[in-house]
Structure formats: structure tokens, C-alpha cells
């Protein structure tokens, strides 16, 4: 059993940058793949990062490639999305997911999920 808990969230301006992070608990963090998805007002869920246990490979949705960047620090069972050159269609909830094994983009092969954080971007 997995427990996730998104932090970090909040308002910021067009432009601007955030961090938000996933605490995780439970010993095998570090053998779960980690993704972050989020949903927008009227939208459905989408991935937009994720990270393999390991860390060595990242994958990133092609609106925040060059803008995103996903991290994990195993030791501190905990998952990071920096976010920079926010604009407002980047405002969303925000949620972390965890999955036994390989990274994909498919948010039903996720296992566990965070209750989200809302991201709020101004123009």
C-alpha cells in the first residue's frame, strides 16, 4: 500500500515558476514508477510527467516538454514537478500516481493516487 500526498500547490503569475511535490509512504517507494497528471475545469485527466523507479528515464506530455521537469529522491520517498514558463492553460489539479514496474502515460495502469493540488495560473 501506497499513500500519496501532493504540496506545493497555490497562484501564481504567467510566466512564473512553481514546485510542487508528492510525499509517498511505505517502504517500496522506489520500486513504483511515478507520474503526475492533472485535470483542467471541464477537461479530462491527463499525464503529464513521469519518472521511472530509478529515476533514469523521464517522459514528459509535449505541451510542458522544455517547460517541466519531474525528479525523485527515493531516500526521501518523494516526487517533485518544477514548473517553469507557467501559462494559464497550465492551471489545473495537479495529482502524483504511483505504478508497480514500467512507466506509461495510461492513468488507469496507476495504482495509487493523491488527493491533487490546485495550480492557478494568472495572465
Known amino acids: 500500500q501506497v499513500q500519496l500526498v501532493e504540496s506545493g500547490g497555490g497562484l501564481v503569475q504567467a510566466g512564473g515558476s512553481l514546485r510542487v511535490s508528492c510525499a509517498a509512504s511505505g517502504r517500496t517507494f522506489s520500486s513504483y514508477a511515478m507520474g503526475w497528471f492533472r485535470r483542467a475545469p471541464g477537461k479530462e485527466r491527463e499525464f503529464v510527467a513521469g519518472?521511472?523507479?530509478?529515476?533514469?528515464?523521464?517522459y514528459y506530455a509535449d505541451s510542458v516538454k522544455g517547460r517541466f521537469a519531474i525528479s525523485r529522491d527515493n531516500a526521501k520517498n518523494t516526487v517533485f514537478l518544477q514548473m517553469n514558463s507557467l501559462k494559464p492553460e497550465d492551471t489545473a489539479v495537479y495529482y502524483c500516481?504511483?505504478?508497480?514496474?514500467?512507466?506509461?502515460?495510461?492513468?488507469?495502469?496507476?495504482?495509487?493516487w493523491g488527493q491533487g493540488t490546485q495550480i492557478t495560473v494568472s495572465s
Open positions: 519518472i521511472t523507479w530509478s529515476g533514469g528515464t523521464t
Open positions: 500516481a504511483a505504478k508497480f514496474g514500467s512507466l506509461t502515460t495510461n492513468e488507469y495502469a496507476y495504482d495509487y
